[in-house]
C-alpha cells in the first residue's frame, strides 16, 4: 500500500519539525505571529502581552512529542512494528505526563499539594452557588470629563529600568524604596538615585519574562521597620510561581539590605505567565494584604477566583508577627469553615494595585478588566470582611455570559447567579486607547488642597488620571485630572502623603504645586 510505503517518511518528517521548534530559542519562537493571532481573537487590550507564552509551555511537548514520533519513524523504516508498538506506548506515557506537568501539575491542585507535602488537602473545585434571582445591575455610568488638573507632574529620577512599585519605609529618613521588575530595588534620597541597590535579587527573580506581570511585583516595609528592619518583597521566582518573602537590612549601612536574610512566607502556584498581582500592603490594623489575580488565561477557565479553595483571585490577609511562617487573624471571614484562612476577599482578575485611605482606612481596589470595562472596588473601614467582587461571573458592572468563549458572543444564556455579589463603584470602558486600570491612592498631602480626600487613579496605556469621590448626595463622581503621556505602572505617597507616579520608561514623577 502506497500509505505504508510513505507513512514512516512522514513520521519522520514531523517528528523533525517537532524537535526544531521545540529547540528554537525564545527569541526565536513565532511569538508575533502568536501575538497578532492572539490580539485578534481576545481583543480586549489587558495589562499583560502574550508574546511567546503559549510557545514556551508547548515547547516540552513539542520536544517529547519530536522524540517519540522519531523513534516510531525510525522503527517503522526497519520493519519492527511490535518493536514500534511497544514505543508508541511508552512514548504515549511520556506525552501524558508531560500534559499532565502542562496542564495539572503548575495549577494549585490536589494532586500537586499532594506531591508536596501529603498532609495538605485543599482542593481546586469552583465553589458551588446557592441559586437566587438574578441581579439587575445598573448601567455603567460615563466619567465626567472635568478637567482640575491641580499643580503639574515633576520629574524625580529617570533610568531605573521598569519600576513597578514604590514604598516610603516610615522610618522619617525621608528616602524612598523603589521595586525595579527585574529584581533591583533602588533608593531615592534628597531627590537622587543612590548608585548602589539597596537589594539585588536579580538571581531569584523570573528574568525570562513572558508578560509584562512578572518580576518584583511588590514592596512594603513593616510598620516597625525602625526597631525591626523588616521588610517584604513579593515576586514571580524562576519556575513562574509566587513568592512572598521578609528581608532584613544590612547591620552596616541603611541603604543595603542583607539578601542572604530572605525568610519565605508564602507561595502560590501560578498556572500561567499573567495575571499575577503581587501588591502587598500593611493594613491600618497592621496586617498584611497580599493581591493574588486569577492566574490566568483570560477568562478564569479554572474558576479560581470564584474558588474558595485556592489563593488565586484573591485578596489575602495575614498576621506577620504571630506564627511560623505567618498567623492567621482571627476575623477573617473563612477561618473555620469552608475556604481558605488567608482569604479576605475573593473574585477577582487581577487587583494589580490597591489601597487605604491614610484618614479612613477604606479600602480601594483597581481591578484590571477583561474586554470591556476596568473597575474601581471599594471595602469600606469597618464592612465585613469576605465579600465576593464578582470575576469571572461580573465584569464592571455587566454580568459575563456563562456560555460565553473567548472568541464568541455573549448568547441568551444568563449566567449564574451570585449570592453575595459586590458590584465595583466605579468603570470606565475600553474605548481611547484605554486598556488596564491602576490603583491609586486618596490624597492626603498638604501641598494641593484641592484634591484633599479625591482617590486618584490612572490608566496604564493612555497616562488618563482621574478623581474618584463621594458627591453631596453620597454618589460616586468621577473627575479627569491630567492628561499625560505617562505608560503608569503604579502610583505611590512618600511619608507627607503626597503623590507619585511610575512609569514603564523608567521615571518617578511627584505632584507638586
Known amino acids: 500500500m502506497v500509505y505504508k510505503k510513505y507513512l514512516p517518511t512522514l513520521i519522520l518528517i514531523i517528528a523533525a519539525l517537532a524537535l526544531l521548534a521545540g529547540l528554537l530559542p525564545g527569541g526565536l519562537s513565532p511569538a508575533g505571529v502568536l501575538k497578532f493571532a492572539a490580539d485578534r481573537l481576545v481583543a480586549d487590550g489587558d495589562f499583560e502581552t502574550i508574546d511567546a507564552a503559549f510557545y514556551n509551555r508547548l515547547r516540552p511537548a513539542l520536544l517529547a512529542g519530536g522524540v517519540w514520533l522519531l523513534g516510531v519513524g525510525v522503527l517503522l523504516r526497519r520493519g519492527l512494528r511490535r518493536w514500534a508498538a511497544g514505543l508508541a506506548g511508552a512514548g504515549g506515557l511520556v506525552l501524558a505526563i508531560t500534559a ?21 488537602t485543599a482542593t481546586a473545585t469552583e465553589a458551588v452557588f446557592t441559586p437566587t434571582p438574578t441581579l439587575t445591575p445598573t448601567g455603567t455610568p460615563v466619567p465626567t470629563e472635568v478637567s482640575l488638573g491641580p499643580g503639574h507632574w515633576e520629574p524625580v529620577v529617570t533610568g531605573l529600568g521598569q519600576p513597578t512599585v514604590l514604598a516610603d519605609p516610615g522610618d522619617g529618613s525621608g528616602r524612598l524604596f523603589v521595586g525595579v521588575r527585574l529584581g533591583l530595588i533602588r533608593v531615592i534620597r534628597d531627590g537622587a538615585l543612590l ?47 509566587t513568592v512572598l518573602s521578609r528581608f532584613s537590612i544590612s547591620a552596616d549601612d541603611p541603604n543595603r539590605a542583607d539578601p542572604d536574610s530572605e525568610h519565605r512566607l508564602l507561595g502560590i502556584l501560578q498556572p500561567d505567565a499573567i495575571h499575577n498581582a503581587g501588591h502587598i500592603v500593611f493594613g491600618p490594623d497592621g496586617y498584611l494584604y497580599i493581591s493574588s489575580g486569577d492566574g490566568g488565561p483570560q477568562r478564569d477557565p479554572f474558576g479560581t477566583a470564584q474558588s474558595l479553595d485556592v489563593m488565586l483571585g484573591k485578596l489575602l490577609r495575614i498576621d506577620v508577627d504571630a506564627g511560623e511562617p505567618y498567623g492567621i487573624p482571627p476575623d477573617n471571614p473563612f477561618v473555620g469553615s469552608a475556604g481558605l484562612d488567608e482569604i479576605y476577599a475573593f473574585g477577582m482578575r487581577n487587583p494589580w494595585r490597591f489601597s487605604f485611605d491614610a484618614l479612613t482606612g477604606d479600602l480601594y481596589i483597581g481591578e484590571v478588566g477583561y474586554r470591556t470595562y476596568e473597575e474601581v472596588n471599594f471595602i469600606p473601614a469597618g464592612e465585613e470582611s469576605g465579600i465576593n467582587l464578582g470575576w469571572s461571573r461580573y465584569e464592571g458592572f455587566e454580568p459575563i455570559r456563562f456560555d460565553q468563549v473567548e472568541v464568541g458572543t455573549p448568547t441568551a444564556t444568563p449566567p449564574p447567579p451570585l449570592p453575595d455579589y459586590t458590584p465595583p463603584i466605579w468603570t470606565y470602558e475600553h474605548g481611547g486607547g484605554r486598556c488596564a486600570v491602576v490603583g491609586g491612592y486618596v490624597y492626603r498631602g498638604a501641598g494641593i488642597p484641592e484634591l484633599e480626600g479625591i482617590y486618584i487613579y490612572g490608566d496604564y496605556c493612555t497616562g488618563d488620571i482621574w478623581g474618584l469621590h463621594r458627591g453631596p448626595s453620597g454618589e460616586w463622581v468621577n473627575e479627569f485630572l491630567y492628561d499625560t503621556t505617562f505608560t503608569i505602572t503604579s502610583f505611590g505617597v512618600d511619608a507627607a502623603h503626597e503623590l507619585y507616579v511610575l512609569t514603564f520608561t523608567g521615571e518617578v514623577f511627584r505632584l507638586v504645586p
Open 195 to 241: 548608585p548602589a541597590p539597596f537589594l539585588d535579587l536579580r538571581d531569584r527573580v523570573l528574568q525570562e519574562f513572558e508578560s509584562l506581570e512578572q518580576g518584583l511585583l511588590g514592596l512594603v516595609f513593616h510598620p516597625q521597620f525602625a526597631e525591626n528592619g523588616y521588610f517584604y518583597v513579593n515576586y514571580i521566582d524562576p519556575d513562574g510561581n
Open 100 to 120: 499532565g506537568n502542562l496542564a495539572v501539575l503548575r495549577l494549585e491542585s490536589p494532586l500537586y499539594l499532594f506531591l508536596l507535602d501529603p498532609t495538605q
